[in-house]
């Protein structure tokens, strides 16, 4: 199912996290900002991302014949 493999590849998400974070020596001020918003969104879906597949099995369960 599509939304179980767009879930499962959280894993994406500390990769992007760490490539926007190396990107800051290289950035002015307000690049840099912009950069660490971005990494900081990116380390929160790193963590609450079991959270939505977990609950989302859950809601289908009921479903599956």
Request: hydrophobic share 45%; aromatic share 10%.
């Amino acid at each position: 199912m599509w939304c179980t493999i767009s879930l499962r590849q959280a894993d994406l998400y500390p990769r992007r996290a760490f490539l926007a974070e190396a990107a800051f020596p290289g950035l002015g001020p307000r690049g840099a900002e912009r950069v660490k918003e971005m990494a900081d969104f990116l380390r929160f879906l790193e963590r609450r991302m079991p959270e939505p597949l977990q609950e989302w099995t859950a809601l289908q369960a009921p479903r599956q014949p």
